[in-house]
């Protein structure tokens, strides 16, 4: 159940989510977002992952526009996704349908307001934050956190994103090895908490805790008053202890494949 937020906050934290995306793009080869009149967004990264190819259904649906968006993103040959807010209106599902989007996925968006956050203690790791020159490092720790391929890590570690003012990407070392990955990027007084990762062997002991309390803490140090996160459902508890609250949940229509 979705704890009481005002509307407000969860519209600002909605903004703010596709604020950050919109400024990743900007930084990525070939990207690009582009809002509609009826506040459709289509966001293309180039990256083969669905949900960060997206048309966003704005507020006020408006099935023209999202057809003629779905049209572009379809023609790209990315896996690509339509994004809701809330519950799916049947005539969405039915134009996602005729795309071949029959698979569906949920996303909470929790969101956090700077407030005293406990010290986290890593035996033997140390947070710290990596430029640009550290690429490689981060996409390795990137592709053995989240079992992905090298080729689509060293994309979400591209130099430019982790040289970009207001992006900050941190690692956590452990015996010369970054084992844990995070990417913060600030947008107004929020902070939007991006490819948290801790790599299989290394979960349960701590480790992610003192990251993402690492990455809080630098962002609040640089004027962040307010945090929002997608989560999966192992990292969804750790994020709730350390006070994340549950906005809205998100669906993606996606293929089943």
């Known amino acids: 159940m ?23 793009t900007t930084r990525i ?11 459709t967004r289509l966001v293309f990264t180039t990256f083969p992952l669905a949900t960060l190819n997206t048309v966003c259904a704005g507020h006020d649906l408006d099935l023209g526009e999202v057809e ?55 035996a033997g790791a140390t947070a710290r934050k990596v430029s640009g020159a550290g690429s490689e490092v981060f996409a390795a ?22 040289d970009a003012p207001g ?21 107004g007084d929020h902070v939007g908490m991006f490819n948290g990762s801790v790599a299989p ?7 992610y805790r003192a990251l993402v309390t690492a990455r809080l803490q630098d962002a609040v140090a640089s004027g962040a008053r307010h945090a929002f996160a997608q989560t999966s459902p192992m990292s969804r508890p750790l994020y709730e202890s350390l006070g994340f609250r549950l906005a809205e949940s998100w669906t993606y229509l996606m293929s089943a494949d």
Request: with cysteine.
């Open 201 to 207: 062997q290394h979960r349960g002991k701590g480790h």
């Open 141 to 162: 720790a990137l592709a053995a956190g989240f079992g992905m391929s090298a080729e689509v890590a060293r994309l979400l570690a591209l130099p430019t994103l982790l």
């Open 68 to 122: 003629r968006c779905a049209q572009e993103l379809s023609q790209t040959g990315a896996p690509w996704s339509i994004l809701v807010r809330g519950d799916v209106d049947p005539t969405l599902r039915r134009l996602a349908g005729r795309y071949g989007l029959t698979g569906t996925a949920s996303l909470p968006l929790l969101v956090w307001d700077a407030m005293p956050l406990p010290s986290a203690v890593s």
């Open 167 to 187: 992006m900050s990407g941190y690692v956590l070392d452990l015996d010369g090895e970054a084992i844990a990955t995070g990417f913060n990027v600030l947008v």
């Open 29 to 39: 080869p070939g990207a690009y977002t582009r809002r509609g009149a009826s506040g």
């Open 2 to 24: 979705t704890e009481w937020i005002s509307g407000a906050a969860r519209d600002e934290a909605a903004a703010s989510f596709h604020g950050a995306v919109d400024r990743l």
